[in-house]
């Protein structure tokens, strides 16, 4: 299903959001990079002029990587990054020598659907695309920083198992993002998904990408899926901390911001 839409999938994201999505992106990598400034405040990439975290990162459901490329964007801003000998640390300054506090490795981009992978080249993303299974990933334990998972979760069978996964992958102190469009609950959001959604979304998606029964899926899986507090509930239920819950537009979509705990084995 998703190989079929992969190819139209960015527009009607935007077109079918008025590019809020973009706007949602933006905001949950502003706000990691806030909370993982602060947990590193103090560290030796803080006190070395010209140097700055290495930061590994995973784009889990990723898709077409949007998501990582906003990340990388927030996070560097247009910086020259050079390796160095000390672990985690590299130097890391903009055109006019400016000192940046991170430097992002180059982005894991991971999703079953290879036809969305596919669509990642062209746009020549700092990244390696993976085909992959969220709740059984091919990576040992601790291997990354930052997971980011945008409208993914609940196209995983079983949330709990990659929420598990997650959880493995990143190392200690390391934070979840989750964007998503959670189970409505309020009145607005209840009409929005169940009376307004099922009329217009299934047939801008038709219209732009001949795949209606992608976009009726989209709808149903919405109203199938948790809402937002029994997600937060089970994320830590699986060890995560919740650092902070973002609603963006009366409660369209949620940013879910989950940290493993410091002293996390």
């Known amino acids: 299903m998703f190989d079929g839409i992969a190819s139209r999938y960015d527009f009607l994201n935007h077109f079918l959001s008025c590019y809020q999505d973009v706007l949602w992106r933006r905001y949950c990598c502003k706000s990691l990079k ?18 700055a975290r290495n930061v590994r990162l995973l784009d889990l459901c990723g898709g077409t990587g949007d998501f990582a490329n906003t990340f990388r964007k927030i996070f560097e801003s247009r910086c020259a990054c050079k390796s160095s000998s ?64 945008g409208f993914g979760m ?26 998503e469009f959670f189970s409505p609950r309020n009145l607005f959001n209840k009409f929005f998904y169940k009376v307004l959604a099922p009329l217009f979304i299934p047939v801008m998606g038709a219209f732009f990408s001949g795949k209606r029964d992608a976009y009726e899926y989209l709808v149903n899986s919405i109203i199938r899926f948790l809402p937002v507090d029994e997600f937060c509930k089970m994320a830590e239920e699986c060890g995560f901390e919740v650092k ?21 084995p």
């Not at 806030?34 to 140097?51: E, F, I, L, R, T």
């Open 34 to 51: 806030k909370m993982v400034a602060a947990d590193n405040a103090g560290s030796v990439s803080q006190n070395v002029p010209g140097y």
């Open 86 to 149: 000390q672990k985690g640390v590299a130097q890391c300054t903009t055109e006019k020598g400016n000192a940046h506090d991170f430097c992002v490795e180059p982005a894991v981009i991971g999703d079953f659907s290879y036809g969305m992978l596919a669509e990642v080249k062209p746009k020549k993303i700092d990244a390696f695309a993976v085909q992959l299974d969220a709740m059984k990933m091919p990576f040992a334990e601790r291997q990354f920083d930052v997971v980011l998972n």
């Open 154 to 179: 609940r196209n995983v069978p079983d949330a709990r198992g990659a929420l598990i996964e997650s959880y493995r992958v990143l190392d200690a102190g390391g934070y979840l993002c989750v964007l």
């Open 244 to 264: 902070k819950v973002k609603m963006f537009d009366g409660g369209i979509s949620f940013g879910v911001f989950l940290r493993k705990p410091v002293g996390a």
